[in-house]
Each structure stands twice: as structure tokens, then as C-alpha cells.
């Protein structure tokens, strides 16, 4: 007869003694009160799994902790992609975003029509082609020769999705969808109406678009559109006979399944793109995703290989030719040592989280708002969890208004984690006052 698990708080008293520690102790190491400690080891109490990594790494319990702690069962993918290699018929396009500008309107005058980047702030044009590009559609393929016209527009259409990059950093997701989506659809019917070779690089362009969509959703709080969009964008990838994408997915929805807290399907997704045929990139943002599934599940051993896996394997990155799109981020100054501040907060090593995530968020673009919230919330955490509340506090306060402004729902994972750090010490002077706006950054508009 199989040994049944010990249940999490008989597990925590027998490793607290054994360690040596009193209640008083590890209560003072984890920066939870020693009454929130005894309602738990007597069981009146149900951990949270952050409590559980924040033990683990206190008492060297290799994830023995993390793992009594029940988690989410995994929720089946509204999606299963099927590459065909073939364009997927128009009705199989992911249901279009409510209210859409026009898609005369959208490719007549670019990003910079359908929203502002903010006051003071100019948006570099999409390109000498983009007007020319407008006027082609409009007119249809036999007016201009689409193959002749074909790379032109490519070029134009790289610009225009940088300039949609860059409006991410700065601007809610769901602002962006709806003209996002519609270049998507514009560019796959273009690339329909357009010769071989320029076609296929149409087509791969609209792939990113459905990527950076998929993305787009997710931040907007819509899993299942993200998922649709990505598993879409591998449909568009395959049919121009880019097969990379496809492996690249498996990474975006691994990021999905991880802010679920679904640590095991985070590492097996991750681990899908590990083929040495994939380029060094696509596996090195691989490696550092079944890091952070690791992390989440209190294994430490693995989440440091996995992230010396990826900085070996970014360090080979040699570029996409053509100026292709680049995956990933491209904000982060040392992406691996970021990502390790960040597995270590969910490891339950607050202190060598935030003396990282201090060094690398110095470094970050000060234009990059979405980059340096992202970071910067899972910094202010790292200090909330060492027990520097006063400068977590002070960290939050810089935080928030660019937070309001870029609307994630990944970061507001955090904020709600930050959020419930903080409610632990109701009678400090910082949190008392910062309390009011963090709440109302996570208070959803009416």
C-alpha cells in the first residue's frame, strides 16, 4: 500500500524542528506572524503557495513544501492547431474585436490615425511605402504588379508592427486589438492576392501580427483569444513554410499556463521547443520559460540549469535575417540575470531576488513603461517578501501611475500578490498609505 503525503502542516512543524527553529523564528524569516504560522500547522489554516516556496528555501526543503500544496487543475486549450501548410480559409480567422476602425482607415494612414502615443511624443512613420501600399490595396493586385510590390510592402509592414511595439509599452491592450487584428486580416489578403515569393513574405509578417495579437489578448485578459491567435499565427507560419513559429508558441502558452499557476504544464510546454534544429533563440526563451515553471514549483536545481541552458543558448543568437521581426522582448539589457531575479522571487528567495532585480531594472529603456512596470512590480515584491516594506512601498507609489496607464493583466497578477504582501502590515505608515491606489489601480473601470 502506497504511503499517503504527509499533510502540509504536520510536514512544516516536523521540518521547522528539525531545523531548529521555533515558531517565533520562522515566522520572523518568512515575514508571516507566528499566529497565520500555528493556525497552518494545526491545520485550521490552508497555506498559499507562495508560503509554501518562502519555507521551502528557509528550512532546504528542495520543494518538498511547494509541493503538498493542491494547485489549479490545468483548463483544456479552446484551440488545437492543425499546420496544414496551407493559408486557413477566411472563416477560420479568430473572431474579430468589437468596433474596429475600417480597414481603408488602418492601412490609409497607419498606427498613428487610430491612436496617440501620448502628449509630446512623435511616431516615426511607417515608411516610404506605406502610402503606396494603402493605394495598391485599394486598387487591387492588377493595378501595380504584386509581386514587383511585394518586398516594398513587407518593408512597410515591419515598420508598422514596430510601431505597434512600441504603442504596446505605452498603451492599454485593448486599445490596440482591434486595429492590430484588422492588419493581420489585411495582410493575409493581401498576401492571397500576391505573387510566390512576395506572398510568402506577406504572410509570414502576418503571422507576427497574429502573434503579437495573441500577446495582446493575453495582457487584455482573454486567454482563450490568445490562444486562438497564436495557434492561428502557426497556421499562417506553416503555410509559408516557417515551421519556427509553431515551436515558438508552445512558449507563448506556456507563459499562459504559468501566470495560472499551472507550474508542470509550464515546464512540459517549455520543453516542447527544446529540438536542436529550432534556432538558439527560440530555444533560449524556451529554456528560461521551464525555468520559471520550476521555480514555481519550488525546484531550484532545475530552474538554475534551465537558466544556464538559456544563457548559453541567447548568447549563440545570431539575429533573424531580413530584419524580421525579433521574438521575445528586446527591452531587457541581460534577459537571463532579469529572468533570475524573477524565478527567485518565486522560490522564495526574496533577498537575492531584489539585489538582481535592483542591478538589471537600472538598466531598463525609461520609454519601455510595460517593460519597466513588469519588472519593476516583481522588484517591489521581492523587497515586500524580504521584509523591506517601507522601500517596497516606495517602489509601488513610482509604479502605479504607469501601471494605470498600461492595463496588463500579467502585471496586475503581481500588483494583487504585492497587494496581498502589504495587507500583512496593516498598522505601517507606507503601506496605510499607498493601500488606497494600489487598490484602485487592481479595481477594474467601470
Known amino acids: 500500500?502506497?504511503?499517503?503525503?504527509?499533510?502540509?502542516?504536520?510536514?512544516?512543524?516536523?521540518?521547522?524542528?528539525?531545523?531548529?527553529?521555533?515558531?517565533?523564528?520562522?515566522?520572523?524569516?518568512?515575514?508571516?506572524?507566528?499566529?497565520q504560522l500555528s493556525k497552518i500547522e494545526t491545520g485550521q489554516k490552508r497555506p498559499s503557495p507562495e508560503l509554501a516556496r518562502l519555507c521551502d528555501a528557509t528550512l532546504d526543503a528542495r520543494g518538498g513544501l511547494a509541493s503538498l500544496v493542491p494547485t489549479r487543475p490545468p483548463r483544456r486549450d479552446p484551440v488545437a492547431s492543425k499546420t496544414t501548410g496551407s493559408v486557413p480559409p477566411m472563416d477560420e480567422t479568430p473572431p474579430r474585436p468589437p468596433s474596429p476602425p475600417s480597414r481603408r482607415q488602418v492601412i490609409a494612414v497607419g498606427a498613428a490615425a487610430v491612436l496617440s502615443v501620448g502628449p509630446g511624443e512623435e511616431m516615426t512613420p511607417p515608411g516610404p511605402w506605406a502610402a503606396s501600399a494603402s493605394s495598391a490595396m485599394s486598387a487591387g493586385p492588377s493595378a501595380t504588379g504584386p509581386e514587383a510590390f511585394g518586398e516594398p510592402m513587407a518593408?512597410?509592414?515591419?515598420?508598422?508592427?514596430?510601431?505597434?511595439?512600441?504603442?504596446?509599452?505605452?498603451?492599454?491592450?485593448?486599445?490596440?486589438?482591434?486595429?492590430?487584428?484588422?492588419?493581420?486580416?489585411?495582410?493575409?489578403?493581401?498576401?492571397?492576392?500576391?505573387?510566390?515569393?512576395?506572398?510568402r513574405a506577406l504572410l509570414a509578417l502576418a503571422a507576427r501580427f497574429a502573434e503579437f495579437t495573441g500577446w495582446l489578448s493575453q495582457e487584455a485578459s482573454d486567454e482563450d483569444a490568445a490562444l486562438r491567435w497564436t495557434a492561428h499565427a502557426v497556421d499562417l507560419a506553416a503555410a509559408c513554410g516557417d515551421r519556427d513559429l509553431a515551436s515558438y508558441a508552445l512558449v507563448r502558452r506556456a507563459l499562459i499556463t504559468y501566470y495560472r499557476g499551472e507550474a508542470r504544464d509550464t515546464v512540459a510546454l517549455a520543453e516542447g521547443a527544446r529540438s536542436d534544429q529550432l534556432p538558439p533563440r527560440i530555444r533560449g526563451l524556451a529554456a528560461q520559460r521551464e525555468a520559471q515553471g520550476h521555480a514555481l514549483a519550488g525546484e531550484h536545481d532545475a530552474c538554475m540549469r534551465g537558466l544556464d541552458r538559456a544563457r548559453a543558448l541567447l548568447a549563440r543568437d545570431q539575429g533573424l535575417p531580413s530584419g524580421a521581426p525579433v521574438l521575445g522582448t528586446t527591452h531587457l539589457h541581460d534577459p537571463v540575470s532579469m529572468i533570475t531575479g524573477w524565478c527567485l522571487v518565486d522560490l522564495g528567495r526574496p533577498h537575492e531576488a531584489a539585489e538582481i532585480l535592483d542591478r538589471e531594472c537600472a538598466r531598463l529603456p525609461l520609454d519601455a513603461w510595460r517593460t519597466q512596470v513588469r519588472y519593476g512590480v516583481r522588484r517591489a515584491l521581492a523587497h515586500a517578501r524580504a521584509g523591506e516594506i517601507d522601500h517596497a512601498c516606495e517602489l509601488t507609489e513610482q509604479l502605479l501611475p504607469p501601471a494605470a496607464s498600461v492595463s496588463s493583466a500579467t502585471i496586475a497578477t503581481d500588483l494583487r500578490r504585492l497587494s496581498r504582501t502589504l495587507s500583512r502590515h496593516p498598522r505601517n505608515r507606507s503601506c496605510l498609505a499607498v493601500s488606497p491606489r494600489l487598490t484602485a489601480v487592481l479595481t477594474p473601470a467601470p
Open 155 to 199: 518593408d512597410a509592414y515591419r515598420s508598422l508592427l514596430a510601431q505597434y511595439r512600441r504603442l504596446g509599452q505605452v498603451s492599454p491592450p485593448a486599445s490596440l486589438l482591434p486595429a492590430v487584428a484588422e492588419q493581420t486580416r489585411a495582410l493575409r489578403a493581401l498576401a492571397e492576392r500576391t505573387g510566390s515569393r512576395a506572398g
Open 1 to 35: 500500500m502506497l504511503e499517503q503525503p504527509p499533510a502540509f502542516g504536520a510536514e512544516l512543524r516536523r521540518l521547522r524542528i528539525a531545523a531548529g527553529l521555533t515558531l517565533t523564528q520562522l515566522a520572523s524569516s518568512v515575514h508571516y506572524s507566528k499566529g
